[in-house]
T-cell receptor, first 114, second 113 residues
Framework: NAGVTQTPKFQVLKTGQSMTLQCAQD?????MYWYRQDPGMGLRLIYY???????DKGEVPNGYNVSRLNKREFSLRLESAAPSQTSVYFC?????????????FGPGTRLTVL | KQEVTQIPAALSVPEGENLVLNCSFT??????LQWFRQDPGKGLTSLLL?????REQTSGRLNASLDKSSGRSTLYIAASQPGDSATYLC????????????FGTGTRLQVTL
Protein backbone atom coordinates (compact mmCIF):
# COMPACT_ATOMS: atom_id res chain seq x y z
CA ASN A 1 0.00 0.00 0.00
CA ALA A 2 2.03 2.98 -1.31
CA GLY A 3 -0.55 5.70 -0.49
CA VAL A 4 -0.07 8.73 -2.76
CA THR A 5 2.80 8.61 -5.25
CA GLN A 6 4.12 11.42 -7.45
CA THR A 7 6.48 11.53 -10.43
CA PRO A 8 8.93 12.99 -11.07
CA LYS A 9 10.58 13.90 -7.76
CA PHE A 10 12.64 16.71 -9.29
CA GLN A 11 12.41 18.63 -12.56
CA VAL A 12 14.18 21.61 -14.12
CA LEU A 13 12.48 23.39 -17.02
CA LYS A 14 13.28 26.36 -19.18
CA THR A 15 10.74 29.16 -19.51
CA GLY A 16 8.09 28.21 -22.08
CA GLN A 17 8.57 24.46 -21.83
CA SER A 18 5.68 22.21 -20.92
CA MET A 19 5.43 19.23 -18.62
CA THR A 20 2.96 17.02 -16.79
CA LEU A 21 3.19 16.06 -13.14
CA GLN A 22 1.73 12.65 -12.38
CA CYS A 23 -0.09 11.56 -9.23
CA ALA A 24 -1.63 8.23 -8.29
CA GLN A 25 -3.28 6.88 -5.14
CA ASP A 26 -4.07 3.30 -4.16
CA UNK A 27 -6.46 4.01 -1.27
CA UNK A 28 -9.61 3.94 -3.44
CA UNK A 29 -10.20 7.60 -2.60
CA UNK A 30 -12.77 9.59 -4.54
CA UNK A 31 -11.23 13.06 -4.21
CA MET A 32 -7.81 14.28 -5.29
CA TYR A 33 -6.02 17.64 -5.01
CA TRP A 34 -3.00 19.57 -6.28
CA TYR A 35 -1.24 22.10 -4.02
CA ARG A 36 1.86 24.22 -4.39
CA GLN A 37 4.11 25.17 -1.49
CA ASP A 38 6.15 28.36 -1.54
CA PRO A 39 8.35 29.81 1.23
CA GLY A 40 6.41 32.11 3.53
CA MET A 41 3.09 31.43 1.79
CA GLY A 42 2.12 28.00 3.00
CA LEU A 43 0.37 25.49 0.77
CA ARG A 44 -2.22 26.75 -1.70
CA LEU A 45 -4.78 24.73 -3.63
CA ILE A 46 -4.37 24.77 -7.42
CA TYR A 47 -7.11 22.37 -8.60
CA TYR A 48 -9.11 19.54 -7.15
CA UNK A 49 -11.27 16.68 -8.35
CA UNK A 50 -14.19 15.78 -6.10
CA UNK A 51 -14.82 12.55 -8.00
CA UNK A 52 -13.81 10.80 -11.19
CA UNK A 53 -14.85 12.91 -14.15
CA UNK A 54 -15.00 16.26 -12.33
CA UNK A 55 -12.42 18.98 -11.75
CA ASP A 56 -12.64 22.44 -10.14
CA LYS A 57 -10.37 25.43 -9.71
CA GLY A 58 -8.75 26.18 -6.40
CA GLU A 59 -7.07 29.33 -5.16
CA VAL A 60 -4.26 29.62 -7.76
CA PRO A 61 -5.31 27.85 -11.01
CA ASN A 62 -3.82 30.23 -13.59
CA GLY A 63 -1.18 28.63 -15.79
CA TYR A 64 -2.22 25.06 -14.97
CA ASN A 65 -4.53 22.39 -16.33
CA VAL A 66 -5.54 19.08 -14.79
CA SER A 67 -6.89 15.73 -15.91
CA ARG A 68 -8.59 13.13 -13.76
CA LEU A 69 -7.56 10.15 -15.86
CA ASN A 70 -9.41 7.58 -13.73
CA LYS A 71 -10.20 7.10 -10.06
CA ARG A 72 -6.53 6.48 -9.22
CA GLU A 73 -4.75 9.14 -11.26
CA PHE A 74 -4.81 12.94 -11.33
CA SER A 75 -2.29 14.85 -13.45
CA LEU A 76 -1.23 18.50 -13.43
CA ARG A 77 0.02 20.11 -16.65
CA LEU A 78 2.04 23.26 -17.14
CA GLU A 79 1.56 24.28 -20.77
CA SER A 80 4.15 27.09 -20.85
CA ALA A 81 6.23 27.16 -17.69
CA ALA A 82 7.17 30.48 -16.08
CA PRO A 83 9.73 31.23 -13.32
CA SER A 84 6.81 32.10 -11.01
CA GLN A 85 5.83 28.42 -11.16
CA THR A 86 9.04 27.38 -9.42
CA SER A 87 7.68 25.61 -6.37
CA VAL A 88 7.13 22.30 -4.64
CA TYR A 89 3.98 20.59 -5.87
CA PHE A 90 2.01 18.20 -3.70
CA CYS A 91 -0.78 15.87 -4.65
CA UNK A 92 -3.27 14.75 -2.01
CA UNK A 93 -6.31 12.52 -1.79
CA UNK A 94 -9.27 12.00 0.52
CA UNK A 95 -12.09 9.52 0.74
CA UNK A 96 -14.57 12.21 -0.33
CA UNK A 97 -15.06 15.94 -0.23
CA UNK A 98 -17.70 15.50 2.45
CA UNK A 99 -16.80 15.34 6.11
CA UNK A 100 -14.43 14.61 7.67
CA UNK A 101 -12.26 14.93 4.54
CA UNK A 102 -8.93 13.87 6.00
CA UNK A 103 -6.37 14.50 3.28
CA UNK A 104 -3.27 12.38 2.64
CA PHE A 105 -0.29 13.81 0.80
CA GLY A 106 2.34 12.52 -1.61
CA PRO A 107 6.09 13.21 -1.29
CA GLY A 108 6.09 16.19 -3.65
CA THR A 109 7.69 17.27 -6.92
CA ARG A 110 10.35 19.96 -6.74
CA LEU A 111 10.13 22.07 -9.90
CA THR A 112 12.54 24.79 -10.96
CA VAL A 113 11.78 26.99 -13.97
CA LEU A 114 14.78 28.89 -15.32
CA LYS B 1 -11.15 35.20 3.62
CA GLN B 2 -9.89 32.60 6.06
CA GLU B 3 -6.40 33.26 7.43
CA VAL B 4 -4.47 30.75 9.51
CA THR B 5 -1.58 31.85 11.71
CA GLN B 6 0.95 29.74 13.57
CA ILE B 7 3.09 31.22 16.30
CA PRO B 8 5.96 30.87 16.94
CA ALA B 9 7.51 30.33 13.52
CA ALA B 10 10.35 28.38 15.12
CA LEU B 11 10.88 26.73 18.48
CA SER B 12 13.82 24.92 20.09
CA VAL B 13 13.36 22.82 23.22
CA PRO B 14 15.50 20.27 25.11
CA GLU B 15 14.55 16.63 24.95
CA GLY B 16 11.91 15.57 27.45
CA GLU B 17 10.02 18.86 27.59
CA ASN B 18 6.30 19.06 27.07
CA LEU B 19 5.40 21.72 24.52
CA VAL B 20 2.45 23.45 22.91
CA LEU B 21 2.15 24.64 19.32
CA ASN B 22 -0.47 27.24 18.52
CA CYS B 23 -2.76 27.72 15.53
CA SER B 24 -5.30 30.52 15.14
CA PHE B 25 -7.85 31.14 12.40
CA THR B 26 -9.93 34.20 11.60
CA UNK B 27 -13.21 32.58 10.47
CA UNK B 28 -14.75 30.24 13.04
CA UNK B 29 -17.13 28.64 10.51
CA UNK B 30 -14.96 25.58 9.90
CA UNK B 31 -15.75 21.93 9.14
CA UNK B 32 -12.56 20.54 10.60
CA LEU B 33 -8.95 21.26 11.47
CA GLN B 34 -6.06 18.99 10.56
CA TRP B 35 -2.51 18.94 11.99
CA PHE B 36 0.36 17.75 9.80
CA ARG B 37 4.04 17.07 10.23
CA GLN B 38 6.54 17.84 7.45
CA ASP B 39 10.14 16.65 7.53
CA PRO B 40 12.72 18.60 5.45
CA GLY B 41 12.35 17.83 1.76
CA LYS B 42 9.43 15.49 2.39
CA GLY B 43 5.69 15.44 2.06
CA LEU B 44 3.07 16.04 4.73
CA THR B 45 2.08 13.39 7.24
CA SER B 46 -1.37 13.69 8.77
CA LEU B 47 -1.18 13.64 12.57
CA LEU B 48 -4.66 14.45 13.85
CA LEU B 49 -7.99 15.64 12.48
CA UNK B 50 -10.56 17.37 14.69
CA UNK B 51 -14.08 17.75 13.40
CA UNK B 52 -15.96 20.94 14.24
CA UNK B 53 -18.19 19.06 16.70
CA UNK B 54 -15.18 17.77 18.64
CA ARG B 55 -13.01 19.57 21.16
CA GLU B 56 -9.93 17.36 21.09
CA GLN B 57 -8.21 14.35 19.60
CA THR B 58 -5.37 12.25 20.95
CA SER B 59 -2.80 10.00 19.32
CA GLY B 60 0.03 8.65 21.44
CA ARG B 61 2.02 11.59 22.84
CA LEU B 62 0.03 14.09 20.76
CA ASN B 63 -3.12 15.88 21.83
CA ALA B 64 -4.88 18.48 19.71
CA SER B 65 -7.61 20.74 20.98
CA LEU B 66 -10.05 22.97 19.15
CA ASP B 67 -11.90 26.07 20.39
CA LYS B 68 -13.98 27.26 17.47
CA SER B 69 -15.46 30.26 19.26
CA SER B 70 -12.04 31.76 19.90
CA GLY B 71 -10.57 30.57 16.60
CA ARG B 72 -7.77 28.56 18.18
CA SER B 73 -6.24 25.12 18.18
CA THR B 74 -3.27 23.80 20.10
CA LEU B 75 -1.09 20.77 19.50
CA TYR B 76 0.39 19.41 22.72
CA ILE B 77 3.45 17.16 22.46
CA ALA B 78 4.36 15.28 25.61
CA ALA B 79 7.90 14.21 26.52
CA SER B 80 9.45 15.55 23.32
CA GLN B 81 12.13 13.52 21.50
CA PRO B 82 14.74 14.48 18.86
CA GLY B 83 12.68 12.51 16.35
CA ASP B 84 9.86 15.04 16.84
CA SER B 85 12.00 17.68 15.09
CA ALA B 86 10.05 18.79 12.03
CA THR B 87 7.74 21.52 10.79
CA TYR B 88 4.18 21.29 12.10
CA LEU B 89 1.36 22.67 9.96
CA CYS B 90 -2.28 23.23 10.78
CA UNK B 91 -4.98 23.57 8.17
CA UNK B 92 -8.73 24.22 8.26
CA UNK B 93 -11.64 23.53 5.94
CA UNK B 94 -14.34 26.20 5.97
CA UNK B 95 -18.05 25.50 5.83
CA UNK B 96 -19.23 25.93 2.27
CA UNK B 97 -15.81 25.00 0.86
CA UNK B 98 -15.69 21.37 1.84
CA UNK B 99 -12.65 20.63 -0.26
CA UNK B 100 -10.28 23.51 0.34
CA UNK B 101 -7.68 23.28 3.07
CA UNK B 102 -6.33 26.66 4.20
CA PHE B 103 -2.87 26.21 5.67
CA GLY B 104 -0.80 28.11 8.19
CA THR B 105 2.87 28.65 7.42
CA GLY B 106 3.97 26.25 10.13
CA THR B 107 6.08 26.05 13.27
CA ARG B 108 9.58 24.63 12.82
CA LEU B 109 10.39 22.55 15.92
CA GLN B 110 13.85 21.43 16.97
CA VAL B 111 14.25 19.08 19.93
CA THR B 112 17.83 19.05 21.18
CA LEU B 113 19.68 16.37 23.13
Amino acid sequence: NAGVTQTPKFQVLKTGQSMTLQCAQDMNHNSMYWYRQDPGMGLRLIYYSASEGTTDKGEVPNGYNVSRLNKREFSLRLESAAPSQTSVYFCASSEATGLPNEQFFGPGTRLTVL
Amino acid sequence: KQEVTQIPAALSVPEGENLVLNCSFTDSAIYNLQWFRQDPGKGLTSLLLIQSSQREQTSGRLNASLDKSSGRSTLYIAASQPGDSATYLCAVINTGTASKLTFGTGTRLQVTL
